[in-house]
């Protein structure tokens, strides 16, 4: 098991976990749930994380967060009108309900 990324968005560690995934490389959230108790315990342990089961899958992982990066810089946020959750811009549906983003 490596980590490879620490999300700043529950979303976030999500996108890239299943991104991964779609890339057939076996990717876990971790802490998904802990980020009410950032301010007890160093940022880096407390915030989601994304975990590879595959050590070797690790440069290709990187590769993919690389692109991933790329890709979020060009869009903005979206916010659900149903439960007021934020999306990546490139999101058609909410991650959290699954409502159709305006
Ligand atoms: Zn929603």
């Given at each position: 098991?490596?980590?490879?990324?620490?999300?700043?968005?529950?979303?976030?560690?999500?996108?890239?976990?299943?991104?991964?995934?779609?890339?057939?490389?076996?990717?876990?959230?971790?802490?998904?749930?802990?980020?009410?108790?950032?301010?007890?315990?160093?940022?880096?342990?407390?915030?989601?994380?994304?975990?590879?089961?595959?050590?070797?899958?690790?440069?290709?992982?990187?590769?993919?967060?690389r692109?991933?990066?790329?890709d979020?810089?060009?869009?903005?946020?979206?916010?659900?009108?149903?439960?007021g959750?934020?999306?990546?811009?490139s999101?058609?549906?909410?991650?959290?309900?699954?409502?159709?983003?305006?």
């Open positions: 098991m490596i980590r490879v990324y620490v999300a700043r968005q529950r979303y976030d560690a999500y996108l890239v976990a299943d991104r991964l995934n779609q890339s057939g490389i076996r990717a876990h959230v971790f802490n998904e749930h802990m980020s009410s108790i950032v301010g007890d315990v160093p940022p880096d342990v407390a915030q989601p994380q994304v975990w590879i089961a595959d050590d070797r899958d690790e440069a290709r992982a990187r590769a993919l967060l692109e991933m990066e790329r979020a810089a060009r869009t903005t946020p979206r916010y659900c009108r149903a439960c959750e934020q999306s990546p811009g999101f058609d549906l909410c991650w959290n309900c699954g409502t159709a983003l305006a």
